[in-house]
């Protein structure tokens, strides 16, 4: 392949580690990378789908007041084993899919958070539709679980490995990545202990998940270890403000630390 007449690179799937959010967007003809402003450094690179993410991507830097507020969530009960998935009735569930279902709970619990800025106001959804960020080839897409709060759990994971399986191989529907009213980025399987996630927009919320760790806990007043989980929300402040959103993750802590209720 030819070099790229902008950064040099033969390689169309490398990001470069410098970037801005601001600026046109401007997409290299020769390997596809996406550039922003003057300096022209990549953001991403990919087709129609990623470039979509590309455009949201850029314009949440612009106009959003982004709240973040960390929790941190024992695991001790999610992580407890599936049974054997050739028993009878059994499915594989991950942590991925309870943290998709425990999201899905907590905003029907706290509603205000299920919510976008608009021009003419803020907007507030009925449904319960949570944006998953998968990577593919081309860079990031977010398939949409529809309804995740009305599915239960084995629903909601064979959905994702579906809707998972089809975005890396090119396979989505329009319908299928574009819209949601929340949105879900989980970076644990690379062990990343903390992040903050960007604004999906007109989303005003998004649930940066990390990697389940062991760490020292106080447990009825005797140190011990658990497996403990970071997870980062970012809050629009123009839709939900730090009591609603403190209020949402300390809903949220209570339905992961207590997974039994995401059978009901």
Excluded at 24 to 47: I, N, T, W
Excluded at 158 to 176: F, I, S, T, V
Excluded at 220 to 226: E, H, N
Aim: net charge neutral; charged share 25%; hydrophobic share 40%.
């Amino acid at each position: 392949m030819i070099p790229c007449d902008l950064c040099g690179s033969s390689d169309p799937r490398k990001i470069l580690e410098s970037f801005r959010l601001d600026g046109p967007l401007v997409r290299c003809r020769q390997c596809g990378l996406y550039y922003v402003g003057e300096r022209r450094s990549a953001l991403v690179y990919g087709s129609d789908p990623s470039a979509e993410v590309v455009e949201r991507v850029r314009d949440a830097n612009r106009g959003l007041r982004n709240l973040p507020l960390d929790e941190e969530h024992r695991l001790a009960q999610l992580n407890a084993k599936s049974p054997p998935k050739d028993a009878p009735g059994s499915y594989l569930v991950t942590i991925n899919d309870m943290v998709i279902k425990a999201a899905a709970a907590t905003l029907r619990k706290v509603p205000g958070v299920n919510a976008s800025w608009t021009e003419d106001g803020m907007a507030f959804y009925d449904d319960v539709d949570i944006s998953v960020a998968v990577s593919i080839p081309e860079g990031l897409i977010t398939p949409i679980i529809r309804r995740a709060d009305a599915k239960g759990l084995a629903t909601i994971s064979r959905e994702m490995k579906d809707l998972a399986g089809r975005a890396r191989a090119g396979k989505l529907k329009p319908e299928e990545f574009q819209g949601g009213g929340f949105s879900i980025s989980n970076m644990g399987m690379f062990g990343v202990s903390a992040f903050t996630a960007i604004i999906n927009p007109p989303q005003a919320a998004i649930l940066a998940v990390a990697a389940g760790q062991k760490r020292p806990v106080v447990k009825d007043g005797a140190l011990a270890v658990a497996t403990v989980m970071t997870c980062t929300l970012s809050v629009d402040h123009r839709v939900a403000d730090g009591v609603m959103g403190a209020t949402w993750m300390r809903t949220f802590k209570q339905v992961v630390e207590d997974p039994l209720s995401l059978m009901l």
